[in-house]
């Protein structure tokens, strides 16, 4: 992979987007080489993804404004396409994936944020959708994403005026959960995937589910889309051993690392 590194530790895996001489932007071959990585990770011991930006000026600085500023009608909904397949797979990961976002996070960059389960930021980041000022709406994701997680009305104030926002201002409308140096962005992030990784794999894919699966129906069907989920979770291993870890008097006992089955 020539833009994309990826680093297993533990249950956590990094992805890192890597392509510094230009912010990081996205271009096919990065879209390409991110949807290889994901198809890559291995499941079996990876519980929890983390998803950053090479350097520490940019997380991405958004879709390749070169590569799109040629192409026809049919070309620039194809390339729609192409990253919001990619985002939809990060989004439907079986499991839980952070951005740490070290810096720009304009246009994609913001987008791909979105497509995160939890966004955490470097005091230098910067969040935006500037795509009216080039000419074309948000294309991977903005104009869905952004009225979900901050409301309509701010969503359509930031991508109808382009105007950028900083972290502050991102934590403040609920866009990222957190704002740290950025000397100690990764080690945050390490520390709440290391969190997440530590808990039942099973349970906290259901979780993952049944959250994103309840969120696109109405509360009867979201309800029933819980139950399943919750159904499911009974007659595991881990079920099986976090009960009767709790149930057990014994204070001496030590908790084991849950197995995933
Ligand atoms: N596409 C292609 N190249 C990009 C890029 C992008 N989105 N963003 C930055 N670069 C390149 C620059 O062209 C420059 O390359 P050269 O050194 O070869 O000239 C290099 O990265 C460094 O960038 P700057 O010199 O501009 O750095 P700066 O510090 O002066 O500015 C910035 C940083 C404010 C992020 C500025 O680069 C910028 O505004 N970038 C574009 C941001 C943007 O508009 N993103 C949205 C793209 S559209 C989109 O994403 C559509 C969609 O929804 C799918």
Known sequence: MEFVVYEAKGAVGTITISREKALNALNSQVLEELDQTLDAVDLSTIRCLILTGAGEKSFVAGADIGEMSTLTKAEGEAFGKKGNDVFRKLETFPIPV?????????????????????????DNAVFGQPEVGLGITPGFGGTQRLARLVGPGMAKQMIYSARNIKAD??????????????????AAAEKLAGSIAKNAPIAVRNCKKAINDGLEVDMDQAIVIEEKLFGDCFETEDQKYGMAFFLDKNKEKVKEPFKNC
């Open 98 to 122: 952070i951005a740490a976002v070290n810096g720009f996070a304009l246009g994609g960059g913001c987008e791909i944020s979105m497509s995160c389960d939890i966004r955490i930021c470097s």
């Open 169 to 186: 201002e991102a934590l403040r409308i609920g866009l990222v959960n957190a704002v740290y140096p950025q000397e100690e962005l990764m």
